[in-house]
């Protein structure tokens, strides 16, 4: 996926995560800061290179004194673009979208931009940060499954009901939208967590529907140039 | 076709809360505030009421233009684009993006990892040093960032959604006890903002409900 082009160069930190620092197997686990961002891209068929930062490796590379000068936040996805350098993936996402706006990634009305900033939101603050690496050490090792359980459930609860007054074919709408590229990754981690998705038929059918679209495969954490072999789809 | 005033749905101490009601002040739109406390009654929030019109089961959720908006951020840029004037984001793509970057380190970064559910769930005695760990990490990262984009403001010279993010989370870390000696812009920005009427009105002391022992 990651090729070097003339003239302008993108650069984004992103990563796979091991499964084994969990130990819950060796299903493909997917973190879900950087596929948002990766299917922004892909979506809106921008090029651009990956520089990996592993998480786990040498203490977590996103440590390190270089990393730490592009991105203070020390977390992943980073997007270095048109001379500046962006952290937070849907700051990221609002940055193409207002400068790269085709195809689009949020509506033209504003109720339902609305609809689409509070789903993402919904996940990006509500559910994700609360089973991101960083808490799951805190909270110990013989804790963190059902942490993470609690945490996406909890999340899902009130995710499912407000689909069901949101969503068409994906989640606002008929057309892919920001909330989309949030939810795909996080029902991925909710996989990895063995979360069980019964109750959320309308997530379930939604996330469906996007893995079948290209941009959702191709960014897939599977098939990224810094995906371990025993990860590899 | 608006009928009747905006309904906010509010706590007084809720920071996220506080962000939309600076938002509601500085467009000069008038609201109603409907109080939900989040530690009475087991937490007003898990009503069957408000569920109903919030399944996050959370505040801040704004009632307006017959719509239902929770997400303090969400209810933010919905009145930026809806209530245009006086602007909270700059016109500027990059400047925008750096806006919405401070905002998601503190929106998602920091609040959702101090707030009272997941407090709960740490339990008592340990409340407090997890609070103060969430706050200085990122407090961390939110003063290197702060170095290179701000001016009188988080973002250049303008109030941004980002100082809407700020002071509650200035405010919190006040509460949980955090040293702001290591931040010096960050505290710079916030007694600016702290001047500024809009932040006075919206203030958690001189809220509907605020408890007597609290007012102000």
Known sequence: MSSVHVG???SLSAFPQPSDGFGWGNECV????QPRSLLALALKNIDYETVAINLTKD??????EEFQALNPMKQVPALKIDGITIGQSLAIIEYLEETRPTPRLLPR???KRAQVRMVSDLIASGIQPLQNLSVLKQVG???QLTWAQQAITSGFNAL???LQSTAGRYCVGDEVSMADLCLAPQVANADRFKVDLTPYPTISHINKSLLALEAFHVSHPCRQPDTPPELRA
Do not use: L
Request: aromatic content about 10%.
């Open 8 to 10: 302008p160069a993108w």
């Open 30 to 33: 997917s973190p879900t800061h």
């Open 59 to 64: 203490g977590g590379q996103q440590f390190s």
């Open 109 to 111: 009305d504003p109720k």
């Open 141 to 143: 090792q013989e804790n």
């Open 160 to 162: 499912e009901q407000i």
